[in-house]
């Protein structure tokens, strides 16, 4: 969803035109993702278990 609204923005500033919105949509996007990037090495673990049976106990968390 932020990439489609960052694209339409670029996109809408430059006439429709792709190929000059495309950098304008990579440099308002960088810092999104580099957030993003940074977040997965410690929210990673919340959502992807190394085991089934690790998998099998966060769920079970829930449900309790």
Known sequence: MVAAETLATTWTAK???TLAASPGDHD?????????????????????????EALD???ATFRA
């Open 15 to 17: 006439d429709g035109n």
């Open 57 to 59: 106990q966060r769920n």
């Open 28 to 52: 308002r996007m960088r810092p999104y993702v580099a957030q993003c990037q940074a977040f997965a090495h410690v929210g990673g673990p919340i959502m992807m278990h190394a085991t089934q």
